[in-house]
């Protein structure tokens, strides 16, 4: 279930970085990312962090530029595992029917800017000619996985994010998407909750650990 979950997250994630260089290594997800402070992404369920561990400490890419994320129901146990790693955060994997996501109008006075072409979707909510708030979404068959949701801090709760959310679900329905997935931030999470997003399992953010200063 996982399994098939983070698959399909990271594929629609993928897309929405533009990070289309990827592959399956012994129940790994190699995600060839090529930025400086991020060479790769390790996706793997538990059952396979011990192998995407490995493949992070092993690999020839700077030391703290090859990054993990494993899904999990027990954070503890991961962590143990990804011992020798640097545990940066942990992420929630979300999931909705779309259209089961409460609609939610734009407050006056920013206006709305969806740009969608097939499988990428970008909203922007402006005001003064300034990006306010914004998201993307990138459909992948029947799914359509949300990423960079934003709102800039002066314009944070007036339901921009939430208007960002419903304006991307709607171009995402039209487009054929039936399933929302995301990954949310600890920061995120409460806005995904207020929309109804059912998590399917945590996901453990690590990276290879930088060298100690001093
Ligand atoms: C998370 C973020 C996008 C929310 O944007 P926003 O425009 O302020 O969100 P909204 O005003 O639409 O909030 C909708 C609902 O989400 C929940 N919510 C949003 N921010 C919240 C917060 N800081 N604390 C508690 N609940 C929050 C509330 O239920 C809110 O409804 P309410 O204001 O009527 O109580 C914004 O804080 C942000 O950009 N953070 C940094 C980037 C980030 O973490 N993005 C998410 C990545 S997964």
Do not use: C
């Amino acid at each position: 279930m996982d399994d098939d979950v983070l698959r399909r997250w990271q594929r629609g994630w993928s897309v929405a970085r533009q990070w289309t260089d990827y592959a399956e290594v012994d129940g790994v997800i190699v995600v060839r990312v090529g930025e400086p402070d991020r060479r790769v992404e390790y996706l793997a369920t538990e059952q396979h962090a011990t192998t995407a561990a490995q493949m992070a400490q092993s690999d020839a890419n700077p030391a703290g530029s090859s990054w993990l994320k494993i899904t999990t129901r027990s954070r503890p146990r991961v962590a143990a595992v990804l011992h020798p790693l640097e545990l940066i955060r942990t992420e929630r994997l979300l999931t909705i029917s779309l259209s089961d996501q409460p609609s939610s109008q734009a407050p006056a006075p920013y206006e709305l800017d969806v740009s969608a072409m097939p499988g990428l979707i970008d909203v922007e909510l402006r005001t003064d000619g300034k990006t306010a708030a914004s998201g993307r979404m990138a459909v992948f068959g029947a799914d359509a996985v949300a990423d960079v949701i934003y709102t800039a801090p002066p314009h944070r709760r007036r339901g921009l994010a939430r208007a960002v959310m419903s304006a991307l679900a709607d171009a995402a329905l039209d487009q054929g998407a039936i399933t929302g997935l995301l990954s949310a931030s600890p920061e995120g999470l409460p806005l995904y909750q207020s929309l109804d997003w059912s998590p399917v399992a945590d996901l453990v953010v690590a990276r290879t650990r930088l060298p100690s200063v001093g």
